[in-house]
């Protein structure tokens, strides 16, 4: 397995695995996405298979997940961001994450985890003040074995549902 920058080329990829992961009024379209990756590809990342390159497996088959962040002055998720894609800072002192799904067949392998250190180790390198997210209940436990702090219920309607607003502060 090995993470790498996203590109406009595996669009198709994330989108069929955000679709897979969220309920319809979660998910991000197709278009939003697109625009995203667009915008912030360098804030996307796709952890993906080691492949033979002799063997005939599109990067569909390869892409196990990803991880999609967009940088902001802003320390909570504000719910503008998933859908304007130009609210992306590139000198904002924050980073967010959007979208964080792994494809259906391989969760529960860690793979999410691996997400998220790599982008957790990149934010610090980076000098940003932390990162900024939102989770259902059920998953305020993960995000909190890698240093999160749950501060509050969001303020989020995203998608109708009920949202923690959770922190990693350097």
């Known amino acids: 397995m090995h993470i790498r920058t996203a ?18 009024s979660e998910a991000a379209t197709y278009a939003s996405l697109a625009k995203r990756l ?8 796709v952890l993906e298979e080691d492949m033979n390159p002799d063997t005939s497996d599109n990067i569909a088959q390869k892409i196990l997940g990803f991880i999609g962040t967009v940088v ?3 320390d909570r998720i504000q719910d503008e961001m998933f859908t304007n894609a130009n609210l992306h800072n590139s000198k904002g002192n924050w980073l967010a994450v959007l979208s964080l799904a792994i494809a259906p067949a391989h969760r529960n392998k860690g793979f999410a985890s691996q997400l998220l250190r790599e982008v957790i ?7 940003k003040t932390g990162i900024t997210l939102t989770c259902k209940k059920d998953l305020v436990g993960f995000y909190e074995g890698f240093g999160f702090k749950d501060v509050r219920i969001s303020a989020s309607g995203h998608g109708g549902a009920i949202w923690h607003d959770m922190v990693l502060a350097f």
Request: net charge negative.
């Open 121 to 127: 180790q990149k934010t610090k390198a980076n000098g």
């Open 38 to 45: 667009q915008v912030f590809p360098d804030h996307y990342w």
């Open 7 to 24: 590109s406009y080329s595996d669009l198709d990829s994330i989108y069929a695995i955000e679709s897979a992961s969220f309920p319809n």
């Open 72 to 74: 902001t002055s802003y």
